[in-house]
Every structure is written in C-alpha cells, then in structure tokens.
C-alpha cells in the first residue's frame, strides 16, 4: 500500500475510535451546507479510505464510450463526490442573486459559459444619457438621438413620454449592436424543415433508443459555430436589463398614470419595433423583431418571440401589464424559442397563462430561449415536450420573480439540459406545483411509468442500441427560491441525470413535497450526475405515493454520482430498494439529512433488486475488464435530531437512532450509514 493511502487509512481509523463533537445549530443559507470534515472521514473510512477523494478520475471515466461533446466543467464533477453539492450551491446563489437583480444579461451568460462557451463577460451596455453609438452624443435627448440614429424613423415618437421614448430607444439600440452577431452564423438554417431536422435526433427511434436517418443536425453540430450566438444574446439582454430598469424606475415613481393615458395605440416608426397601446389587444401572425404592449389584458397567438434562423435570428416579445393569455396554439417553437438564434418574452406584470405545443416557454435550438415574468399568479403549459427551461444546444431559459405559480409539462422540461445545453427554470418565490404528467411518456420498460425527464433532468443521448451516434448532455436546473412547494413526476425527474449529463434540483425554504418514481430526487445513471438539495423545511418524500418504484434519493448506477441532500426541517421519507444512499455498478451514491426529527419508513420489494436503503451497493460478477477496479460506494448520514426507521427489517438492518453500520458485500462493494445527533 502506498504511504499516503496508508496515512489516509489511518487518519480513518482514529477518526472512528473518537466520537464526534455536538455542533451549534447550523446556519440557513446554502454555503453552510456542508459535510463537516470529520463526519466524511469517519464515513469514507467506513468504506474506502484509500480512495480520497471519493470519486473517479479523468482517466478512469475516459474508459466509458458515447462522450462526444462531454462538457468540461461536468467531466470535472466526477472526481470528488463533496465537490457536486458545492458547486450546484455556489451556482444556484449565483442564479438566485442574478434574478434578484433582474439581469437576464447575466443568467444568459452563466448558463452559456457552463456549455463552455463564455462570452460578453462584464459587458457594460450604455446607461443614464450615454446611447453607446458614436452617431449620438452622450447627453442626446431620446428624439434627438432618434432623429441621428434612425433618420427614417416614423412619425409620432415624441408623443409617447420622455422615459418610454428613452425604453424604446434603447430596444432599437440593442437590436441594431446584437443582430450582426446572431445573423452570423446561421447561414440559410430556417424553416419547418430545419425545425423537423433539429428534432430529428430526440424523436426517432428505435428499439427504445434513439435512430435517425436525418443526419442535419449532428453536421451542425460540429460546423455551427455557437460563439456569435452566445455573445449577441448576451449583448442584447444587457441592453434590455438597462432598458427595464429605467422603465420600472419611472413607472415606481408615478409613471403609471401617465402610461395609461396612452390608450389605443399601434406604433411601428422604429425599424423592426412595433409599440402595442394600454387597451386590450389581440396580436397573431407574423411580427417585427421586437414588440412592445404597454398595458391591458392582452392575447397573444400563434408563433410569436420565436427567432429560426437568418430570416429571423432575433424575436422579442414585452408586455409591460396585464393579465394576459399566451397560446401558440398548434404552434412549436414559440413563446420564447431560440433557434439559431434568441426568442425572449418578458411580461412585467399580471397574472398571465401561458400555453405552447413543445419548445417553447424558454426553449433553445443553438440559441437563446427565455421567458421571463416579474409577477402574478401564472400558468405554464408544455402539451408535450422541451419547454419551460430546455435546451438542446444553448441556453433555455424560464424565469419567474413571484407569485403562486403553476407548471405542467408531459415530458423533457421543466429544467431540461440536453447536448451543449443548459436548461433553468427558476421560480424565486411562491408556493408553487411543478407537475409533469403521469400520462405524458408512459414506458413499459420503465414499469409502466412515465419516463419525465423533468425538473432538473440532465439528458444525454443513448444510442448504442439504437443508430450509435450518442452525445453527451448538458447541465439541467430546477432552482425554487422559498415557498412550499410541490414536486410531482414519475421516473428521471428531481435532480437527475443520464447519459454524461447533470441534473439538478435546489429548494431553498417551504415545507415541500416531492412524488416521484424511479431514478429521482438526487439519481444518476450511465456516467451522469443527479443531484437534489432540499435547504429547510419541513419535507414530505413519497409519502402516500403508492406507485413510487425504487432508485430514489441518493441512488446511482453504471459510473454516475447520485446525492440527495436535506439541510433542516422534520422530514418524512419512504424507500424501496436501492435508496438513500445506494449505489449500483461502479457509482457513488450519498444521502444525508443534516438535521431535524425524521422519520424514515422503508420496505424491499423482491423484484426491484436486492440492494437495501441506508447506505448499501449492489454486487456483480468479475468482468474481466476495467469495472473490477472500480467501487460502488453507497453512504447515508443523519446527523441531528431524534429518527423513527420503521417498516420491513430487511430494508433497515442495522439503521436506528444513533447507530451507524457497514455493509461490504464484496471487495468493491461498500456500504456505509451513519445516525448520529451533531446538531442542537
């Protein structure tokens, strides 16, 4: 054994002679959520110390196939298990804190540089009386400037207010500085036939996996050059954050009565802009790049804040209040799509219902797709699939400031992050129900359960037994703000990932509860991450689910990471096989609930594996090849307050109150639990 194997061996075994310290109550936000040090020692000594950190290297991961397009900032994930958790934190603060301030600008940018893409960092749009062109001098008053920029402009500008001259301006500014850029690289790429094309490698199959024979869209994948999307997206939602920011700034100081005075109104003086009055409209068909309503209880239909391609690189939609109805009817690729370019729909008041056939409702296709509602009670329909925060090449977008707020999908949304894609949806506050339908993918392979691939699904391509052009997925986010919240899908859904992508799902505060099926809430399979953090709260996990199946909370399999984390609250759980830290195949699986008085009620069902919850991992012949040196590790840890485990012996040997137990069924198969109260 080499020394430093042999130190990190003893360092474990001492650490499990002394007793672990009580802890002062732990502190509510996300960065204090964290193993202590000594607790993961005694937990890795108790499987395998030699194996620090828990994870698995580069070089051992690159002997898995079907990685073509593996993110770098996911492939890093794998080596240390402690790491993910961290990481998902630090970036959902990060999310939560841009949708604080109201920077689109900002969350686009993020969600490009985790599909390493970077670009328009710290760019600074232009603010106060400075336009940012050098056409119109710092100072210029908004017709002034109107009159040097735009010489053709129409008639009737200076009859809306100053500010609002100063919003619009600054929305033709944005669209002339980011077009050159989104029109780059999308050569002669429109149409409903590159619509059908894009689609082509996530629809067709066979023998239940993923075949082909439309090949466009693995071309562009490797010729499409994706920097001048990201960057023209970016730029453009800078302008518009600055754009929104004075405009609310006015409308807070006593704007509104003026605004209303606006009435009945179709403006279209701007090039490529179409201003909408303060009464009720009703707005279909084709558009110009960017319209504006500014008041009533608007309907809005058919494809609309959809950009496709060069004819249309970039679609915008804002509607400043109302209680409006969005409804693309048999449309996709609407209301907030992004293909070959950026479709955006802001909505800054009302409570609004919003209604797509699939991607839509933040949507990206090698592009920007975002919706983005700053209040009111709101309803989001996907019929089908890819919406409400997906992305297949990009970033898909869905963000909503407040409110008691619905969301229902059939499939493959609801923070979705395909190939090269990062899909967020983001809800700061509410008590809110994410649904995706039982009805909506129904697979017998799978029990006969809904295959969701939902709310915070990282999603790869699997096509070894179908056409063999696999590709590796993105990054998928749930992120709740506060609220009690309800989380209900059936299997792949909660913070999870498959095929070399991440799944993750953040609740920051609310009594939640969460139903799901297999491979959910914290579950990764065939080198892919799945991660489900619950801050505080009292929780409620499966209970009265009668159909919920096994691989849940803290579950991997075939080389992947799953972790289920609760940080505070009285929480109730219920497990079937191959949970709560249980590991399958070459993975490492970790629950832990930090604190509170749980209670845990597990049963085994003969037919879903023999692998039992509370720390286990699954046992298989010798292969003869690489996967015989690598271990599954499962780890479960309760670390405060007093625990009830009930339910069938077999499924709680050994698991009690202030206990912990080892399982290590052969030389690479360890399981650890641990219930110990650390925390007053």
């Avoid at 019929?383 to 869905?398: M, P, R, S, Y």
């Avoid at 720390?615 to 780890?635: C, E, I, K, Q, W």
Wanted: hydrophobic letters at 40%; glycine letters at 14%; one cysteine or more.
């Amino acid at each position: 054994m080499r020394a430093a194997a042999f130190a990190v061996l003893l360092a474990s075994i001492s650490a499990a002679e002394a007793p672990l310290p009580e802890r002062e109550s732990p502190k509510p936000d996300r960065a204090a959520l964290e193993i202590p040090d000594d607790v993961w020692a005694r937990a890795v000594g108790g499987t395998v110390p030699s194996r620090a950190p828990l994870g698995f290297t580069g070089d051992e991961m690159r002997n898995y196939g079907g990685r073509d397009f593996l993110l770098r900032p996911i492939e890093n994930l794998f080596r240390d298990v402690r790491l993910i958790p961290r990481v998902t934190g630090r970036l959902s603060d990060d999310m939560l804190a841009m949708a604080r301030a109201a920077n689109p600008g900002d969350l686009a940018q993020l969600c490009w540089a985790l599909t390493d893409m970077p670009s328009g960092r710290m760019y600074a749009p232009p603010e106060g009386d400075k336009w940012g062109l050098p056409d119109a001098a710092d100072g210029t008053k908004p017709a002034d400037a109107l009159a040097k920029l735009f010489p053709d402009a129409g008639e009737g500008f200076t009859k809306f207010p100053e500010p609002l001259q100063r919003f619009l301006l600054r929305l033709a500014i944005a669209r002339r500085v980011a077009l050159p850029w989104l029109s780059k690289s999308v050569d002669d790429r429109d149409g409903a036939a590159v619509r059908k094309s894009l689609a082509a490698p996530w629809t067709d199959g066979e023998n239940d996996q993923s075949a082909t024979l439309d090949g466009r869209c693995f071309l562009w994948l490797r010729d499409v050059d994706r920097a001048p999307i990201a960057y023209g997206s970016v730029v453009f939602l800078y302008h518009m954050k600055v754009a929104l920011a004075e405009l609310k700034a006015w409308l807070a100081a006593g704007g509104e009565a003026e605004l209303a005075k606006v009435g009945a109104l179709d403006w279209k003086g701007l090039p490529g802009l179409r201003v909408l009055g303060t009464s009720d409209d009703e707005i279909s068909g084709e558009q110009p790049a960017i319209v504006v309503d500014l008041g009533g209880n608007d309907r809005w239909k058919g494809r609309l804040a959809s950009a496709t391609g060069p004819g249309e690189p970039l679609s915008v939609v804002i509607d400043l209040a109302g209680n409006d109805t969005y409804d693309s009817g048999g449309e996709s690729f609407a209301l907030g799509c992004g293909a070959f370019g950026l479709g955006a729909l802001f909505d800054l008041g009302g409570d609004d219902s919003y209604t797509v056939q699939e991607s839509g409702l933040g949507c990206a296709w090698f592009g920007t797709g975002i919706l983005w509602d700053a209040s009111g009670r709101d309803s989001y329909v996907v019929k089908n699939q890819w919406g409400q925060g997906a992305a297949h090449v990009g970033a898909g977008i869905l963000v909503d400031l407040a409110g008691d707020d619905r969301y229902e999908c059939a499939q493959q949304s609801q923070g979705l992050g395909s190939t090269l894609g990062v899909g967020l949806l983001l809800d700061l506050e509410g008590n809110d129900a994410y649904i995706c339908r039982d009805d909506g993918n129904v697979s017998a392979l799978y029990l006969n359960q809904s295959v969701a691939m939902a709310q915070g699904c990282g999603y790869g391509r699997r096509a070894d037994i179908g056409d063999g052009r696999s590709l590796a997925g993105g990054w998928g986010f749930l992120v709740d703000g506060a609220g009690d919240d309800r989380y209900h899908a059936q299997c792949w859904s909660q913070g999870c990932g498959y095929w070399w992508a991440i799944g993750v799902l953040e609740d920051r505060g609310g009594n939640d509860v969460y139903e799901n099926g297999k491979y959910s809430s914290g579950a990764g399979a065939h080198y892919a991450i799945g991660v489900q953090v619950d801050l505080a709260g009292n929780d409620r996990y499966n209970v009265g689910i009668t159909t919920t199946k096994n691989q849940v909370q803290g579950h991997a399999r075939d080389a992947s990471v799953g972790i289920s984390i609760d940080g505070d609250g009285d929480d109730e759980y219920h497990f079937k096989n191959l949970c709560a830290g249980s590991a399958d195949l070459c993975s490492v699986a970790l629950f832990w609930d930090r604190r509170g008085n749980d209670a845990y009620h597990a049963r085994m069902d003969k037919d879903l594996g023999d692998a039992a919850p509370f720390g286990s991992a699954t046992v298989y012949p010798p292969s003869r090849s690489f996967r015989d040196a690598l271990p599954a590790v499962g780890v479960f840890l309760d670390t405060g307050g007093t625990d009830a485990y009930e339910g069938d012996p077999r499924a709680a040997a050994g698991a009690r109150d202030g206990a912990s137990w080892t399982e290590n069924r052969n030389p690479m198969s360890f399981g650890f639990g641990m219930d110990a109260g650390l925390y007053k």
